[in-house]
């Protein structure tokens, strides 16, 4: 495969207005608790899932962890301003659950909670709205040690947390996030154990799809109840990208289908539709796996919701032939087989196609009919300070502009999509890459916590700016 440095990838790229959003067209930037807050025992904050995850020898590069990461519990009034300062009109970021409800059981913490409180204040002040996502991957180490998401407790555990933050949160805080990117907390989390909390069991792992979903479901429910007469703009965040067959073969059609199904039609169907996929049904069955479904489950889980996240970061190519050709493996099972594309990557190795956003958002349209939102998109690059104290990065203002028009394109042709948050505001811990990889439009020097805006973030400042301006809707 030909190497495409990202620096062959950038291009010089001036701030102007982007034809096509409009002036109520939401912009943001998104952080997570776990990767930028620190502070990991104050406050009566106990452990979650990735503190202990992180003490696993080898889980993460160089044995890192969310202990101090960004220290955004102690500066968080700076990183507002900050916020404050790019002209974004949204922040998202998520309650960290061992903070606010430790060991995931029992009544509130307080101390914990006052954080997100001072934290909305804050945002209050300057003009910016709150995006709160009720889990991004912290589960507390307590329900873990009680069987995890693939114990059905655990759906129970978090509806009942849900509850706790929204009636503390929910008179000041319109828009929620119930959980972000549940294909990653069951598949890295419980079947690939490369994420926290590290297990290696896929039945397991189906498990925690059909509980993280119910948790949502029962949170989206409770939340929608509570809120009576108040607005409410309630939605879940899921990772989506396209799967590309190789070839128009059957083998390569299988393979799309089975990844669409399992990576993304799996939660979209029962979200949307309160139906799980038929063929994802049948081939889990195939390898002998069948989802904790009890009665009701399905109801709770299609609890209508306003709006559908949307993190998007890669799509990829499918062949349902191993490299020898065979279309299965050495069990006999199905080849469902990423194929690599000479395209240019970001420092994650993932491959940048902007175009396969507009499709994601195309087809969401066509196929779920939900209002959407960017709730991430950004990308890691191997920045550098040059000798002014800067950072020109290029390549990932390239990235972030290539996006932004790739979801102006979408809207273009039909597709009702109302926002975008640019993952992510600041370097932080990106999770088993630890502090090696920088999503950040700020880079966070980690020896001293000095933030500088990279060249990224002033062309996203300027850019969000002459777009309103430039704005004729
Ligand atoms: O950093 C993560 C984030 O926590 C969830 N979505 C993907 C990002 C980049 O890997």
Not at 105 to 113: A, D, E, S, T
Request: with cysteine.
């Amino acid at each position: 495969m030909k190497l495409i440095t990202p620096q062959a990838y950038a291009r010089s790229i001036t701030p102007g207005a982007v034809t096509g959003l409009p002036a109520d067209f939401r912009w943001g930037v998104a952080t997570a608790a776990y990767q930028i807050e620190g502070a990991a025992a104050e406050d009566g904050r106990t452990a979650s899932i990735w503190d202990t995850y992180c003490r696993v020898p080898g889980a993460v590069v160089r044995g890192e962890n969310g202990d101090v990461a960004c220290d955004h519990y102690h500066r968080m009034p700076e990183d507002v301003q900050l916020i404050a300062d790019l002209g974004v009109d949204t922040y998202r970021f998520s309650l960290a659950w061992p903070r606010i409800q430790p060991g995931g059981r029992g009544p509130v913490n307080q101390r914990g909670l006052d954080f997100y409180k001072r934290l909305i204040d804050e945002l209050d002040a300057k003009g910016v709205t709150p995006w709160i996502t009720l889990y991004h991957w912290d589960l507390p180490q307590e329900l873990e040690d009680a069987g995890g998401w693939p114990a059905r407790d655990t759906a129970y555990r978090f509806a009942e947390y849900a509850q706790l933050a929204y009636d503390a949160l929910g008179d000041r805080v319109t828009h929620w996030t119930t959980l972000n990117e549940p294909w990653c907390s069951a598949m890295l989390g419980y079947a690939y154990g490369v994420q926290a909390p590290g297990r290696k069991d896929f039945g397991q792992a189906l498990d925690a799809v059909h509980h993280l979903l119910l948790g949502h479901g029962l949170a989206a429910r409770y939340l929608r109840g509570a809120a009576g007469d108040r607005p409410l703009e309630l939605g879940i965040t899921l990772n989506l990208g396209t799967a590309t067959p190789e070839t128009d073969s059957e083998a390569d059609l299988g393979a799309c289908r089975r990844a669409d199904g399992l990576g993304r039609r799996l939660y979209l169907d029962p979200i949307v539709y309160g139906r799980y996929p038929e063929d994802v049904l049948d081939d889990l069955a195939a390898a002998g796996v069948q989802l904790p479904v009890q009665d009701g489950d399905l109801e709770a889980i299609s609890t209508p919701l306003d709006v559908l996240g949307v993190n998007f970061y890669r799509g990829t190519l499918f062949s349902g032939a191993d490299e020898s050709g065979s279309p299965v493996d050495a069990q006999g099972r199905p080849v469902t087989r990423a194929v690599e594309r000479d395209l240019p990557r970001t420092d994650m190795g993932w491959e940048i196609i902007p175009s396969e956003l507009t499709e994601v958002l195309l087809r969401l349209e066509d196929d779920y009919h939900l209002p959407t939102v960017i709730t991430e998109n950004g990308a890691a690059f191997a920045d550098t300070v040059a000798e002014d104290g800067a950072v020109h990065d290029a390549d990932r203002t390239t990235y972030l502009a290539d996006h932004i028009d790739a979801v102006a394109a979408a809207r273009a042709q039909g597709a009702d999509v109302r926002g975008y948050f640019a993952w992510s505001l600041m370097d932080n811990f990106e999770w088993s890459y630890g502090y090696d990889k920088r999503f950040g439009i700020v880079r966070v020097d980690y020896a001293t916590q000095q933030r500088t805006l990279k060249d990224s973030a002033k062309w996203y400042r300027d850019t969000i700016r002459l777009t309103r301006n430039g704005a004729t809707q």
